[in-house]
């Protein structure tokens, strides 16, 4: 605004020269009354160009003198500001640490609080093991109602403990509550997917209720994880002979012998299956096997085996 008011002074002061407007004021400077004629002579009219570029170049000083010049101080602060904008956000990004969480840090769903006078929810490793062991003991005793009990407050300590659900279905198992017990070793495995124990506890529950193509693939699960594991061998064998497929299941059951060549039960499975497939000689000798390994508890199977045995040695017509 300022340069244009300074731009128009030179035509204005050309406009009054011609006009006579300045001489008017030169005869203000020197006393002089108005009604006094315009000086025609080139002095002054030089002297009036000069007086008004005087002016002119007086009025572009002074305006100079005031003026503050803000544009400069514009034109650096919004860099400054956009710099500082920019730098921020790399600078948090590199401050986020690079450590993901642990999930074992995290608790699982904490069960709601019971109305009885049940122990609290709390989260004890160590003490849930506690009760585990007892658990365990106590099937090992044949107590299973009380190896249940314990086995649930275990749970109720630590609800990701494997081998408290794990227990708790072997525990079931033997009760014959056997969808309990399927469901226990499903969350056992959900929490360790790598337990053969609990994948083969889960296929002999399977195969107790008719799902033997259940039971065989968790079968398969087990020798998978722990492929020297003979009982896991010798019940695979005994599913596939169920199945009718008692050809596959002799290579299973001697897999299991060779294994544990004191195997008792493995002999018995295979002799078994040997006599289905008509081979006669092959079960004799498996069943001897057994009754010589079998311990004092299977007495009553022994006996039953011996008779059978006999029958078998003296061919068709004595077994008939």
Not at 138 to 164: C, N, S, V, W
């Amino acid at each position: 605004m300022a340069f244009a008011v300074v731009a128009v002074l030179p035509p204005i002061a050309m406009f009054e020269t011609e006009a006579g407007t300045m001489a008017r004021i030169l005869t203000v400077f020197h006393i002089a009354k108005p009604g006094l004629p315009r000086p025609l002579s080139l002095g002054a009219e030089v002297y009036t160009l000069a007086l008004a570029w005087a002016l002119f170049f007086g009025v572009l000083a002074l305006i100079y003198a005031i003026d503050p010049k803000p544009e400069a101080i514009d034109e650096s602060e919004p860099e400054d500001l956009v710099d500082d904008v920019a730098s921020e956000p790399e600078q948090e990004v590199r401050a986020v640490p690079k450590v993901r969480p642990k999930p074992e840090v995290r608790p699982a769903d904490e069960p709601k609080a019971a109305a009885d006078d049940s122990l609290p929810v709390v989260h004890s490793l160590p003490e849930a093991q506690a009760w585990v062991k007892k658990g365990s003991e106590l099937h090992t005793q044949g107590r299973y109602d009380e190896a249940i009990a314990h086995f649930d407050k275990a749970l109720k300590l630590y609800p990701r403990l494997a081998r408290a659900w794990a227990g708790k279905g072997l525990a079931s198992n033997a009760l014959g509550q056997y969808e309990e017990a399927i469901h226990c070793y499903d969350e056992s495995l959900r929490l360790d997917p790598r337990d053969a124990a609990a994948w083969h506890d889960k296929a002999n529950t399977l195969c107790a209720v008719g799902r033997l193509e259940g039971g065989l693939n968790c079968y398969n699960e087990a020798l998978i994880i722990d492929p020297r594991n003979a009982k896991a061998w010798n019940n695979k064998g005994i599913c596939l002979a169920s199945l009718g497929r008692p050809e596959e299941a002799i290579p299973c059951c001697e897999k299991a012998i060779a294994l544990d060549r004191s195997y008792a039960t493995a002999w018995h499975a295979k002799a078994v299956i040997e006599e289905r497939l008509g081979r006669i000689q092959d079960a004799v000798a498996a069943y001897k096997r057994f009754i010589a390994l079998a311990s004092d508890r299977d007495a009553a199977s022994v006996e039953k085996i011996r008779r059978h045995l006999s029958a078998l040695e003296a061919g068709p017509q004595a077994e008939a």
